[in-house]
């Protein structure tokens, strides 16, 4: 099959079209259990800035290779 972008990994929510990007589902997941009550994200701010910094560093590592 066709992904979005030539890339993996992907998801496919509902039918709709796949999203390709692994940030974006990752956000999407926390935000999918947060509404579930089950919390995978930081409420704190400054919690949130780490996360996002490592993340950020992840993706910085993955673009080097």
């Known amino acids: 099959p066709t992904t979005p972008?030539?890339?993996?990994?992907?998801?496919?929510?509902?039918g709709?079209?796949?999203v390709a990007q692994s940030h974006a589902m990752l956000r999407y997941a926390g935000r999918l259990?947060?509404?579930?009550?089950?919390?995978?994200?930081a409420a704190d701010i400054e919690e949130q800035?780490?996360?996002e910094e490592a993340l950020g560093f992840v993706g910085t590592i993955n673009s080097v290779n």
Do not use: D, R, T
Not at 5 to 14: A, K, R, V
Not at 33 to 41: C, D, F, I, N, S
């Open 33 to 41: 259990a947060a509404e579930k009550g089950v919390p995978l994200y």
């Open 16 to 18: 709709k079209p796949p």
């Open 49 to 51: 800035l780490v996360i």
């Open 5 to 14: 972008y030539g890339q993996l990994p992907f998801m496919e929510i509902n």
